[in-house]
């Protein structure tokens, strides 16, 4: 058991890995969300009373869900670039299974990340095939990813600071890493909703921004036929 | 030692008092010596491969590896386990706060506070030098149309999840691209807040990783790691009932073996002291020699631990328990010395005994000694320091008994009569032997049956069955694999070159090959520092390809930015950016940024006139196809393979020369006693020799180097047994014989109870020793018997009438 200086190696890769997520905050503010961004920040909680007030609703509600479907408009805000780079389509989550990712504007891409790894077909063929096996990284971002879309709040606070506040009957959930590693390249994120999770916003360092918004949101505690199918590698 | 001489010192030889002088003071010295410089500065060494010489030529390079192989040893893992993941977390802060309390861990990692930033400038300042292999490739070749596709699908899909740097700095996704094929292979682990765990079915592990100050393998690092590991255990365990704590790493081994060999050493030693001190009071009758005796063990241990201490800087383990053995041999001259006595009791005084036995033990001596010296000719450090450790010791024990026994030693009032009985016994046992047609039958027989075992002999030299741990630690150690997911692997690639451009020139095209080898799943990973910072000459390949193809007009640049979005002035501002782009990254640059952290250890640096680097593998499935590899400047390295190499080599090797010391004994004890007596003493050591190794073909018993080393032994003592029973027959006193027989037969009981205790040890290689002594030690001792005292014209008239 000679090669134990692989935990420098963890060290490194999961601080790429943190970076990864930068690049959904390279944006600029989008003006509508910003005075509800920085009020949340100053409420600061903990999972057990977000739960036990702000988010018991949908935490509810989400906690028997199996299937949750929505559109999704996603836009990224760049300095440099005087319109933020637009996309749209439509996505699956799973419960326990995964998220289906189907970009298509501007142009057909899918993108597939569940446990086993990340899988992206661009009209139709094979572009990308990221094995969680050889990059943990996917699985930290889809632990991530399904914490957030399940509103599972103590899983969340292991990574975050938790903040909370309810506003014109939407609730925000403000969220910012504990490390040093993560917060140098992700600043902070906003959760917010009514019954469920409908804007996801990113921001860096530099106070870029990614928004992802979600509409038609419809969730299902069965998992109908075909479902399973997406997820198919 | 008190006693003063006794008055009739004055009366004894000059010769006698000169050397009594003369060896009372190199003792006085010695001790002064060993008490004030060795013992202070006494250091034990436990490593097995420490044992064993290295198997490349370079010794420079030799000493780099060996350098990159013992900070490696020096890390140590451990999980911290519990239910929910909070309370793994404070448990393993509770533990890693203790361990870092202690000076016996230079580094603890534990939280996880690194900048990334700091890391990735030094790569984004020299990006416009650095791609990742198949961009090179494909821009190269001109297949720019996946580089497009790549960026768009990073600016609108979530593919860009897993890019360390973002779109604003990276729009190509060129520096991701590279930054990406520098990732490890990390198996389950996960960041989780600021700790590094993995999850299981129903616990949660935290990882906590430190680094011992020092070699794990020495017994001065052990001694203050594991009270501190005892105490951050408990510390953990005080945090919830529930902890559950899994480690790995060579500490937990060492230090296992540590206590097992001197646990073992202690118990042994002190039945063996025991054992020995019953036989000799009762065949002595008088504490004088027992003192005496003890006394001379005493020097002989202290002499032979500060010729080592001295000639190698480390004791090896393996040289204490040969030490704790040394008692049979050094034993062996104080009992010709004492049972010298049995053949004239009224009349024998201790100088009488030095001039009747002391030819006897000095020819002993230099048979014995004439085998060590070869020994230690042999280029195998452990060899050399188990040669040197009973050559020392036991060339002091006969000092002792020749220079000092004359005038210590006194004829007690009482002698016991067992001792010569028994010895009368056995004389009159052999002195009325006849060698009948039955028996001769019947010895021929067995012997011929023990030796056919000799074709079912297993040769068993692979280190991991030589050298075992306790299967608690083996199970953890294999907990901690499961967990992980990833093996760890011992087996790499040393990378050398004139120059550090060559070594990176070389280990690209390693690279190459073993980028061939993971597209066929014989291979998981590997980790290359050229990954990170490739040669000059390859970085000038990759500013060039750039320049051609990405920001030369109405290239890449100009094709996938203004379909983001970007306006003229901020892809105008990227050109400039890059024609205005220094120099490529050097290594020495590279090596004192933050981004080496994780790769730092693989450069090996300058040793002696060349450069050398490591290439570490993961998840290695088909160790064949890394073996057919074959560059110039590029050599496997894989010591486990290597040192049963080694160990197989040296067994072949120390059989022939155990084979050539018989040659050159036989010829000694041919002109020492004619040709016509040195087959009886030298056919039974021999014979022993071969019906021990048949008898383990027959009980399989695997027979390895550490068998060849105890055979060794054994030549030195049969031949011992010879020269005496010999010595006592050609005097012309009757009585001597029967006393011969009797510090034999004594000599050959110390023995057994020396080394047969050693059979009993739980480290398979002492096991080794132990039994093969045990076993040729008693065959010698009863050949000898056989071979000098049985009358030889009785079995010649058996042989005539058939």
Same mark, same amino acid.
């Given at each position: 058991m000679k090669s134990f200086a692989f935990i420098r190696f963890l060290v490194a890769a999961c601080a790429l890995l943190f970076a990864s997520i930068s690049a959904e905050a390279q944006t600029r503010k989008p003006p509508q969300a910003d005075v509800a961004d920085e009020a949340v920040f100053k409420q600061p909680s903990t999972g057990k009373s977000l739960l036990d007030t702000l988010l018991a609703e949908p935490a509810k509600a989400l906690s028997k869900t199996q299937v949750l479907q929505a559109r999704f408009t996603q836009k990224k805000y760049l300095?440099?670039?005087?319109?933020p780079l637009i996309a749209n389509g439509d996505f699956v989550f799973l419960r326990d299974v995964g998220v289906y990712w189907h970009t298509e504007k501007p142009f057909d891409s899918v993108f597939v990340l569940t446990q086993q790894g990340i899988l992206q077909r661009d009209e139709g063929s094979e572009a990308l095939r990221v094995s969680s096996d050889k990059q943990p990284a996917v699985r930290v971002i889809a632990d991530i990813f399904f914490a957030l879309f399940t509103l599972n709040v103590s899983k969340l606070e292991t990574d975050f600071e938790m903040f909370g506040q309810k506003q014109d009957g939407r609730w925000i959930l403000g969220l910012r890493p504990k490390s040093a590693a993560v917060a140098s390249v992700f600043k902070q994120a906003t959760v917010s909703g009514t019954a469920v999770v409908e804007q996801v916003v990113f921001t860096d360092k530099r106070g870029d921004r990614t928004v992802i918004e979600m509409s038609g949101v419809t969730q299902s505690a069965e998992v109908r036929a075909g479902i399973r199918e997406l997820f198919k590698r | 030692m008190s006693t003063s001489p006794s008055s009739g010192f004055r009366g004894l030889g000059a010769g006698i008092r000169w050397r009594f002088f003369a060896w009372s003071g190199f003792v006085a010295a010695l001790l002064i010596v060993f008490l004030f410089r060795v013992l202070p500065a006494l250091k034990i060494e436990t490593d097995i491969l420490a044992l064993l010489p290295s198997a490349q030529q370079d010794s420079a390079v030799d000493d780099a590896l060996d350098d990159f192989a013992a900070r490696l040893a020096r890390k140590q893992l451990f999980l911290i386990g519990a239910p929910t993941p909070d309370v793994a977390k404070s448990a393993a802060a509770a533990f890693a706060e203790k361990l870092a309390a202690s000076?016996?861990?230079s580094r603890i990692d534990f939280e996880i506070d690194a900048d990334l930033q700091q890391s990735l400038a030094v790569y984004l300042q020299h990006r416009g030098f650095l791609l990742s292999s198949s961009d090179l490739d494909a821009l190269q070749s001109g297949r720019t149309s996946a580089l497009e596709r790549r960026a768009l699908r990073a600016a609108f899909t979530p593919? $860009?999840?897993? +890019?360390?740097?973002g779109l604003a700095d990276d729009p190509m996704g060129l520096l991701n691209a590279f930054l990406e094929q520098q990732k490890?292979?990390?198996?389950n682990a996960r960041l989780d807040g600021t700790v590094l765990s993995i999850t299981s079915a129903d616990f949660t592990y935290v990882m906590v990783a430190a680094e011992c100050a020092? $070699?794990?393998?020495?017994s001065s690092l052990q001694e203050r790691a594991m009270p501190a590991i005892e105490r951050a255990k408990q510390a953990a365990t005080a945090v919830a009932t529930d902890v559950r704590i899994l480690s790995s790493g060579a500490l937990q081994h060492a230090a296992a073996a540590t206590e097992r060999a001197t646990s073992e050493i202690a118990t042994f030693g002190t039945l063996e002291t025991i054992a020995v001190i019953l036989l000799l009071w009762t065949i002595l009758g008088a504490l004088r020699p027992l003192l005496l005796a003890s006394i001379t063990l005493g020097i002989a241990a202290l002499t032979a631990l500060t010729v080592v201490h001295y000639l190698f800087g480390t004791v090896h383990i393996l040289a204490l328990v040969f030490g704790s053995s040394l008692i049979g041999g050094v034993i062996d001259y104080s009992i010709h010395f004492f049972a010298d006595?049995?053949?004239?009791?009224?009349?024998?005084t201790p100088p009488a005994a030095v001039s009747h036995v002391g030819g006897a033990i000095l020819l002993g001596l230099t048979t014995t000694l004439i085998g060590y010296v070869v020994l230690m000719l042999v280029p195998f450090p452990g060899l050399k320091q188990i040669a040197a450790f009973c050559a020392a010791g036991l060339a002091a024990g006969c000092g002792c008994v020749l220079c000092w026994y004359p005038v210590f030693a006194k004829a007690g009032r009482r002698l016991p009569t067992a001792g010569p009985r028994a010895g009368a016994a056995i004389d009159r046992f052999f002195a009325e032997w006849r060698w009948t047609r039955l028996r001769v039958a019947i010895g021929g027989l067995s012997l011929a049956l023990a030796l056919i075992g000799l074709q079912r002999v297993i040769i068993q030299d692979d280190i991991r069955a030589l050298q075992s741990s306790p299967p608690e630690l083996v199970a953890q150690e294999q907990a901690v694999r499961d967990l992980l997911g990833s093996g760890v692997e011992t087996r790499f690639f040393l990378v050398t070159g004139e120059s550090e451009q060559s070594v990176m020139n070389a280990e690209r095209r390693l690279t190459r090959a073993l980028d061939g080898l993971i597209d066929r799943k014989s291979l998981t990973s590997y980790q290359a520092i050229t990954a990170s910072v490739p040669s000059i000459e390859q970085q000038q390949a990759m500013h060039r390809a750039q320049a051609e193809h990405?920001?030369?007009?109405?290239g890449l640049l100009d094709r996938v930015l203004p379909t983001l979005g970007f306006p003229a002035d901020a892809i105008e501002r990227r050109r400039r950016e890059f024609e205005s782009a220094g120099e490529p990254i050097t290594l020495e640059e590279w090596l004192k940024t933050?981004?080496?952290?994780?790769?730092?250890?693989l450069w090996l640096g300058k040793a002696g006139t060349n450069y050398a680097a490591v290439v570490a593998l993961g998840g290695?499935?088909?160790?064949g196809s890394l073996r057919e590899i074959?560059?110039? +400047?590029v050599r496997l390295i894989d010591r486990v393979t290597a040192t049963t190499e080694i160990l197989g080599r040296y067994r072949s090797v120390m059989s022939w020369l155990l084979a050539g010391i018989y040659v050159v004994a036989g010829l000694v004890l041919t002109v020492r006693f004619g040709w016509r007596i040195a087959p009886r003493l030298l056919v039974p050591s021999a014979l022993a020799t071969a019906v021990t190794l048949g008898l383990f073909g027959w009980f399989g018993v695997p027979v390895n180097l550490f068998t060849l080393l105890a055979l060794w032994l054994v030549l030195g003592l049969g031949i011992d047994y010879g020269i005496f029973i010999r010595h006592g027959q050609a005097s012309?006193?009757?009585?001597s014989r029967p006393t011969a027989i009797l510090s034999v037969t004594l000599s050959a009981c110390t023995t057994l109870l020396a080394f047969g205790?050693? $059979?009993?040890?739980?480290t398979p290689f002492i096991r080794s020793i132990g039994l093969t002594l045990l076993c040729a030690i008693m065959l010698s001792w009863v050949f000898v018997l056989f071979s000098c005292l049985t009358n030889a014209n009785s079995s010649r008239q058996v042989e005539s009438p058939s």
């Open positions: 300095s440099e670039i005087p319109q | 000076d016996a861990f593919a $860009s999840f897993v +890019q360390p740097v490890p292979f990390l198996g020092e $070699s794990p393998f020495a006595r049995f053949r004239d009791p009224k009349n024998w990405v920001y030369s007009r109405g933050p981004a080496a952290e994780a790769q730092r250890h290695i499935r088909d160790v074959d560059l110039p +400047q012309k006193d009757e009585a205790t050693l $059979s009993f040890s739980a």
